[in-house]
């Protein structure tokens, strides 16, 4: 089976979810109850999108099918900007209340902590890329124990406010967001259209790349405030989910047997989109809703991981 025909199985198993979500079970009011299903079949697919998106890009810039963008610590700081908010604002504050100004905001410290992170450490020459790696990792640990040390001392209501922000949910997805959501997506999409030409030979390492005429450190840049803008987006957009970026995109490689990121970019975001609309819908109507769908989609992400590691410790 060819990419198109790959391509176009996914499309259609997709489509064939997406019609299960909305139209399963549907009675009762349904002027009421099929907008709102609507809206979260769009928020899912905004948001597997863009974290599958995200990851194809941050893998092919840091050569490893292992890492995510989360390990810039965005999940985290995310969390700590929640925190931080309600600590010194409170649950009721506007900035908690109105969901566009908590939205931009979330989404503009995300994108300045990354340019900063990129500009401090690629001053020098001898700086590199996993070097940047490792301090995102180090603060991401750092966000991470600063909200658990804040959400100790605020008020337990508020405290459980801070924990429902901590999980994934499509049940409460803002109707607003979404339309601001798909507008930043299209931007981000259209900005890059530039530096699409640019990943398959990224893809062969640096020296190559820069061998072959790639301003590298440029379009790398430009590349990780498109990840850390896409991240945003879909962290505030319904929360974090930690490894559904590592599993689509290397579920995408190994169905599609490419390199090629044009198939791969739009596989990985099919299979994403599958893997929320399947997991939602067995939350839903088998677990009814007992769980989330973050703690589904993150055991089988890690079990995959594991299975990652143990995969490439034979190849040693």
């Known amino acids: 089976m060819d990419y198109k025909k790959k391509l176009t199985a996914l499309v259609v198993i997709t489509v064939l979810l997406a ?3 909305i139209f399963y079970d549907l009675s009762g009011n349904i002027g009421y109850i099929l907008p709102r299903r609507v809206i979260k079949v769009t928020a899912i697919v905004l948001t597997g999108g863009a974290i599958a998106f995200a990851t194809t890009i941050f893998m092919t810039i840091t050569h490893n099918r292992i ?6 610590g965005l999940d985290s700081l995310y969390m700590l900007l929640q925190t931080i908010i309600i600590f010194i604002f409170g649950a009721n504050s506007i900035v908690m209340m109105s969901s566009h100004i908590n939205y931009l905001i979330s989404i503009g410290i995300m994108v300045v902590f990354s340019l900063l992170l990129y500009r401090f450490l690629f001053k020098g020459e001898k700086n590199n890329i996993y070097f940047l790696l490792l301090i995102g990792m180090i603060l991401g640990t750092f966000f991470s124990s600063f909200t658990d040390f804040m959400q100790v001392l605020i008020d337990p209501n508020e405290f459980t406010m801070a924990q429902d922000r901590m ?11 979404i339309y601001l959501s798909i507008v930043l997506v299209l931007f981000v999409g259209l900005y890059f259209m530039r530096f699409y030409k640019y990943l398959d030979v990224l893809a062969l390492g640096k020296d190559q790349a820069v ?19 896409l991240i945003s987006i879909a962290t505030a957009l319904i929360g974090p989910i930690m490894f559904l970026g590592l599993l689509v995109v290397n579920l995408a ?28 819908f067995v939350v839903e109507n088998i677990f009814t809703f007992q769980t989330t769908i973050s703690v589904i ?7 995959y991981f594991i299975y990652l590691l143990l995969k490439e410790n034979k190849s040693w």
């Open 67 to 72: 890492l995510t963008p989360s390990i810039l």
């Open 19 to 21: 019609l299960l979500f």
């Open 211 to 229: 061998n072959l005429g790639v301003p590298y450190n440029y379009v790398v840049k430009r590349l990780l405030i498109i990840v850390a803008v």
């Open 167 to 177: 999980f994934a949910s499509v049940n409460n997805v803002n109707t607003d967001l």
């Open 253 to 280: 490689y190994e169905f599609l047997k490419t390199f090629r990121h044009f198939y791969i970019i739009i596989g990985s975001m099919l299979i994403s989109i599958i893997a929320l609309l399947g997991g939602q």
């Open 297 to 303: 989609i993150n055991f089988v992400g890690g079990v």
